[in-house]
């Protein structure tokens, strides 16, 4: 059972911030707005996420960008997790994409609410590339000539991690954001980070979804993640669903229904 928010508990009880001084009590706390930590996806990086914050921000709501190395899902996680522990107060834990993979691994106490943006939500021990399955969920672009792999010289690293994957530059408007402009799309792909092949294929852990009420905003007319396979997560993981029309960077192309459902998960409707 989900523990409801304070400001659901006001609301099922008809309060309001003047009734509450009406009655002699201080309202601050119900006024208090949880921290959002946004985590990117892969061939991203967290300026992908500048319209989300900036209409966050002016609803009020502190937000920090979260780096991700796109290592694996263990210690992109981990590297996570120090940052939403180390805020004062509750969390709201947003993910795009692979960042969706790397939020369900995250377990912090303060984590009140997880949304998912065009993302993974895999159970414990499946690796996201088997939602990639165009046997199952038809069809995903991530595949040659729109993937192109690099050799990472780091000899120490995990094998199957010493080849990194992107998305080929040309290709990345019509794939992955046909729906922003030339000009930010082309900053979107100079602004890209590879992710380590191995990261899709490294089985997650226990998810944070299945303790934690989740959100899901799913753009359907993605090309990366394939919409049914995000459905199937979603409906899966029991999150509530919000469709609309977009592509995997409805992030970018529309800000303001990645926020308003950050602002539904904060009010838990």
Do not use: C
């Amino acid at each position: 059972m989900t523990k409801p928010t304070l400001r659901a508990i006001l609301a099922t009880a008809g309060l309001t911030a003047a009734s509450m001084v009406g009655m002699g009590v201080a309202p601050a706390a119900a006024q208090e707005l949880p921290t959002v930590v946004l985590v990117h996806g892969a061939f991203a990086d967290s300026t992908s996420w500048d319209g989300v914050a900036e209409n966050l921000r002016g609803r009020g709501y502190p937000v920090v960008t979260a780096e991700n190395s796109l290592r694996g899902p263990a210690i992109d996680a981990a590297s996570v997790t120090d940052v939403v522990e180390s805020i004062d107060g509750p969390v709201i834990l947003v993910g795009h994409s692979y960042g969706g993979t790397v939020i369900s691994n995250v377990h912090a106490d303060n984590v009140e609410a997880l949304v998912y943006v065009a993302a993974f939500m895999p159970v414990e021990g499946e690796p996201v590339a088997l939602e990639l399955d165009p046997i199952r969920f038809p069809v995903t672009a991530l595949v040659p000539p729109v993937i192109g792999l690099s050799i990472v010289d780091d000899a120490s690293n995990i094998i199957g991690k010493n080849v990194d994957s992107y998305i080929t530059p040309a290709l990345f408007r019509p794939f992955f954001a046909p729906d922003v402009t030339e000009a930010q799309a082309a900053r979107m792909a100079a602004h890209q980070k590879t992710i380590a092949a191995g990261a899709l294929l490294e089985p997650s852990g226990p998810p944070s979804w299945a303790h934690t009420p989740s959100w899901a905003l799913i753009p359907q007319q993605d090309q990366i993640i394939p919409t049914s396979a995000e459905r199937f997560m979603a409906q899966r993981a029991g999150a509530q669903v919000t469709e609309v029309p977009g592509s995997h960077a409805i992030l970018v192309s529309n800000p303001t229904a990645v926020a308003d459902l950050v602002a539904a998960a904060d009010s838990g409707s």
